[in-house]
């Protein structure tokens, strides 16, 4: 009885030492595309001076420059997150040198954890692509659909489905990929019911709807895919991306912006409750990088409005926050590189 007493009590010290120790068993990283301060300071500023990003106490600031220019795109941006890797503009998994780099979610594959992909805009387009293809022209849709097939990615929702069946070279990957186990669904309704397997969510023939034509899409398939992943013994690598935050800041439209960052945040919010309840899933939120140049002279923190000035109708070089939750986060501190995340990652899951 007292060998027992004593066996359990250390169990549970050693429980604790780990847990101070900072190593998660899973890993969630939300992007969002073109989410500088200035992008989240709309939504909080519009959303009555909050939002859930702030439970996250841990911020520190991410340089994203790239290989080939101060101003990154998607393409190298998503790349040095994924792959820890400076490559050039419009690249996609390879460094600047065109070899293929292995990103943090093929890392996570190979040491047998669950792995996923949910964006709010094509599963092909840029960012999403970066954690699971390998190309130098982030315009190669069908071929990053391809690279879909090459990896046992167990769940990934988001648009494109038209370079995975109307395809230049014939093949139909929606049939190959349900010869591979896939639970094929193309509504966010079929998505939602499926609680284990391996799933691919095609919602849309290309690209998915702006806000608010989309929905709950992006929170509800990022909990979707979370439940699914969650079968998972040995943990889980989750990448989430809120896309359209970048569209809407290339159109310059504050409104748009404000509309984008909420639906995001509130996928952030419903991780960090996962999160909270569960005590053993790192949460990262940060960006490529800042679109737009967007700043606010004035405003009014009662009202929820302020004055929006764009500085150009592309991204900028400017440094993004990254905020972190759960064991491991007080690493995301500081001023630090975009390249270091996936370092970071890799070695708080000991890939
Ligand atoms: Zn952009």
């Given at each position: 009885m007292k060998k027992l007493l004593v066996l359990s009590l250390?169990?549970?010290?050693?429980?604790?030492?780990v847990l101070a120790q900072g190593k998660p068993k899973n890993v969630v990283l939300l992007i969002g595309d073109g989410m500088g301060l200035a992008q989240i300071y709309a939504g909080m500023v519009a959303n009555g001076n909050k939002l859930q990003l702030e439970r996250c106490k841990n911020v520190g600031f991410v340089k994203t420059y790239s290989a080939s220019h101060f101003t990154t795109d998607s393409g190298a941006g998503g790349t040095a997150?994924?792959?820890?890797?400076?490559?050039?503009?419009?690249?996609?998994g390879m460094n600047a040198d065109s070899v293929a780099v292995h990103s943090i979610l093929e890392l996570a594959e190979k040491n047998s954890l669950a792995t996923g992909i949910v964006s709010a805009c094509a599963v092909t387009h840029a960012t999403p692509a970066s954690f699971i293809a390998h190309v130098n022209n982030r315009n190669m849709y069908e071929e990053i659909a391809t690279d879909y097939l090459k990896t046992d990615i167990d769940v990934f929702v988001g648009g494109g489905r038209k370079y995975f069946e109307e395809r230049a070279d014939n093949r139909n990957l929606i049939d190959e990929l349900k010869a591979k186990n896939y639970q094929v669904a193309y509504t966010i309704d079929d998505v939602k019911a499926i609680k284990s397997g391996k799933l691919?969510?095609?919602?849309y023939e290309d690209q998915?709807?702006?806000m608010p034509e989309r929905g709950k899409m992006l929170p509800d398939a990022t909990m979707a895919a979370i439940e699914i992943l969650d079968n998972n013994k040995k943990g889980f690598f989750l990448m989430v991306e809120g896309s359209q935050i970048d569209w809407a800041s290339h159109d310059n439209d504050a409104a748009q912006v404000v509309k984008e960052v909420l639906d995001f945040d509130e996928t952030v919010g419903r991780v960090l409750d996962y999160a909270q309840k569960h005590g053993n899933t790192l949460v990262i939120i940060t960006a490529d990088h800042e679109t737009g140049g967007l700043t606010f002279p004035t405003g009014n923190i009662k009202a929820g409005t302020?004055?929006?000035?764009?500085?150009?109708k592309g991204h900028t070089g400017i440094p993004v926050p990254v905020f972190a939750f759960g064991p491991g986060a007080d690493k995301f501190g500081g001023f630090i590189e975009n390249i270091s995340i996936k370092a970071k990652i890799e070695k708080l899951l000991r890939l």
């Amino acid at each position: 009885m007292k060998k027992l007493l004593v066996l359990s009590l250390s169990v549970m010290l050693f429980s604790l030492t780990v847990l101070a120790q900072g190593k998660p068993k899973n890993v969630v990283l939300l992007i969002g595309d073109g989410m500088g301060l200035a992008q989240i300071y709309a939504g909080m500023v519009a959303n009555g001076n909050k939002l859930q990003l702030e439970r996250c106490k841990n911020v520190g600031f991410v340089k994203t420059y790239s290989a080939s220019h101060f101003t990154t795109d998607s393409g190298a941006g998503g790349t040095a997150l994924a792959c820890g890797v400076k490559t050039k503009n419009g690249m996609i998994g390879m460094n600047a040198d065109s070899v293929a780099v292995h990103s943090i979610l093929e890392l996570a594959e190979k040491n047998s954890l669950a792995t996923g992909i949910v964006s709010a805009c094509a599963v092909t387009h840029a960012t999403p692509a970066s954690f699971i293809a390998h190309v130098n022209n982030r315009n190669m849709y069908e071929e990053i659909a391809t690279d879909y097939l090459k990896t046992d990615i167990d769940v990934f929702v988001g648009g494109g489905r038209k370079y995975f069946e109307e395809r230049a070279d014939n093949r139909n990957l929606i049939d190959e990929l349900k010869a591979k186990n896939y639970q094929v669904a193309y509504t966010i309704d079929d998505v939602k019911a499926i609680k284990s397997g391996k799933l691919a969510g095609l919602l849309y023939e290309d690209q998915n709807p702006a806000m608010p034509e989309r929905g709950k899409m992006l929170p509800d398939a990022t909990m979707a895919a979370i439940e699914i992943l969650d079968n998972n013994k040995k943990g889980f690598f989750l990448m989430v991306e809120g896309s359209q935050i970048d569209w809407a800041s290339h159109d310059n439209d504050a409104a748009q912006v404000v509309k984008e960052v909420l639906d995001f945040d509130e996928t952030v919010g419903r991780v960090l409750d996962y999160a909270q309840k569960h005590g053993n899933t790192l949460v990262i939120i940060t960006a490529d990088h800042e679109t737009g140049g967007l700043t606010f002279p004035t405003g009014n923190i009662k009202a929820g409005t302020f004055d929006a000035a764009f500085t150009t109708k592309g991204h900028t070089g400017i440094p993004v926050p990254v905020f972190a939750f759960g064991p491991g986060a007080d690493k995301f501190g500081g001023f630090i590189e975009n390249i270091s995340i996936k370092a970071k990652i890799e070695k708080l899951l000991r890939l």
